[in-house]
């Protein structure tokens, strides 16, 4: 069974920085697109970011493009989310998400899912 922990969420200032991470486990995570997804109040998830684990290829949200960085460390099964120049606008709460094969950015092509990790940006 896979399971998802995210970690990292907490209160920031704008323009400040922040580091999730997701660990892994259940499986052996090569063949997996693991993705960040954010949901803010009132609104639908959305997509941040995604990598495929086997050769760490790149997607971004043009919203977060030049300003997240989605990483892996192999040895500790944990995937990344680096979080840079923060505005408000990325305050949500902020999912880990993975599914064997393609990588999809829509939520519901995604078969497993962390609890969710809060992210607050003040202004």
């Known amino acids: 069974q896979v399971q998802l922990v995210e970690s990292g969420g907490r209160l920031v200032q704008a323009g400040g920085s922040l580091r999730l991470s997701c660990a892994a486990s259940?499986?052996?995570?090569?063949?997996?697109?693991m993705a960040w997804f954010r949901q803010a109040p009132g609104k639908e998830r959305e997509f941040v970011a995604a990598?495929?684990?086997?050769?760490?290829?790149?997607y971004y949200a043009n919203s977060v493009k030049g300003r997240f960085t989605i990483s892996r460390d192999n040895a500790k099964n944990t995937v990344y989310l680096q979080m840079n120049s923060l505005t408000p606008e990325d305050t949500a709460v902020y999912y880990c998400?993975?599914?064997?094969?393609?990588?999809?950015?829509?939520?519901?092509?995604?078969?497993?899912w962390g609890q969710g990790t809060q992210v607050t940006v003040s202004s």
């Open positions: 998400a993975a599914r064997r094969g393609s990588l999809y950015y829509t939520a519901n092509e995604y078969n497993y």
């Open positions: 259940g499986r052996t995570f090569s063949s997996y697109a």
């Open positions: 990598m495929r684990w086997s050769d760490s290829s790149t």
